[in-house]
């Protein structure tokens, strides 16, 4: 099993360009997460989904839109990037079962928006 | 919503010696709080996690204890060794639609030998 794979690894966007980060997992698990990582701050949840076709909106979603077409990929889009928008993004996922609660995180993917 | 505090932002302790890292929380209806290692570059990965019918749970050198009176929980590390420097994160989860974690700021650990 791979887990959970993030791409791209690194990626660099003037302000205002577009991208999609694309996270997906082969373990079956109901629910997935993405997080951005900023020095001193932790990792914040920006959305998350609990299953194919549902999105929902954690602590930082401005500027962040999201989809999950298929329950093993959930796409991050930023339509127009920020300076403010650089940072480390991860993917997570996990089990909806009591329980089966840890998650499982990706790789990351490393962005610099200049 | 849940909001997490987590202290010291930095630890350094000598090889041999242990660790406590503290976290705080402010929704008493949390029921799971999981620690999480991150080493330089790479991905948070679990280390340990206490649900809160459990007032202590071990796993050799890591041991975690959780006070739902007070709303804080600590993470316990005995015998330190220089593969134990890392960011450390503690969260907390009201288990539900989601199970969404709140995270620290993290501590980081410096083991010197």
């Known amino acids: 099993n791979a887990g959970v794979t993030q791409t791209p690894k690194f990626r660099v966007l003037k302000t205002g360009q577009s991208m999609t980060l694309l996270c997906a997992q082969d373990m079956n698990h109901e629910y997935m997460y993405w997080y951005r990582q900023d020095p001193g701050m932790g990792l914040r949840l920006i959305h998350y989904?609990?299953?194919?076709?549902?999105?929902a909106k954690g602590e930082v979603p401005d500027g962040y839109n999201v989809s999950r077409l298929k329950k093993q990929n959930f796409l991050l889009g930023l339509e127009s990037a920020a300076p403010s928008q650089t940072s480390v993004y991860f993917c997570?996922?996990?089990?909806?079962?009591?329980?089966?609660?840890?998650?499982?995180f990706g790789p990351g993917t490393r962005l610099t928006v200049l | 919503g849940e909001n997490v505090e987590q202290h010291p932002s930095t630890l350094s302790v000598q090889e041999g010696d242990s660790a406590v890292i503290k976290c705080t929380y402010s929704d008493s209806a949390s029921n799971y709080f999981p620690w999480y290692k991150q080493e330089l570059g790479k991905r948070p990965q679990l280390i340990i996690d206490i649900r809160s019918n459990v007032g202590e749970k071990k796993d050799q050198r890591i041991a975690v204890t959780l006070n739902k009176t007070a709303k804080h929980f600590s993470l316990h590390i005995t015998e330190t060794q220089p593969e134990d420097s890392a960011v450390y994160f503690c969260?907390?989860?009201?288990?539900?639609?989601?199970?969404?974690?709140?995270f620290g700021a993290g501590t980081i650990l410096r083991v010197k030998s």
């Open positions: 997570a996922s996990s089990y909806s079962a009591a329980g089966h609660n840890e998650q499982f």
């Open positions: 969260a907390a989860i009201l288990m539900g639609y989601g199970n969404k974690l709140v």
């Open positions: 989904s609990v299953g194919e076709g549902t999105t």
